[in-house]
């Protein structure tokens, strides 16, 4: 039998686990901001599976960034809604 090819989420795990000694010695609120960024790459696993880029941090990075610039997007929403409250 041939061998299964590890998946996104596989993978991810696996790349956070390379950077754990960076992780290691960042400050306190550092080490949760660099968790949440893994957490954005989990959030786009399924997108990231289909994706089968063979540079898995090429994807991770284009989920980080697509789920800050889903923040940022929900952000302005606010800001505009707070300039106009009449809409």
Not at 25 to 46: G, I, N, P, S, Y
Not at 52 to 63: A, D, Q
Request: proline share 2%.
């Amino acid at each position: 039998m041939g061998r299964t090819k590890r998946t996104y989420r596989d993978l991810v795990r696996a790349m956070e686990k390379r950077w754990a000694d960076y992780r290691r010695v960042l400050r306190c609120d550092d080490q949760a901001a660099f968790d949440r960024l893994f957490e954005h790459a989990r959030t786009h696993a399924d997108a990231g599976g289909v994706q089968n880029h063979p540079s898995i941090e090429e994807t991770v990075l284009l989920s980080i960034v697509l789920e800050q610039q889903l923040l940022i997007d929900d952000l302005d929403d606010h800001i505009e809604a707070d300039l106009n409250p009449e809409e």
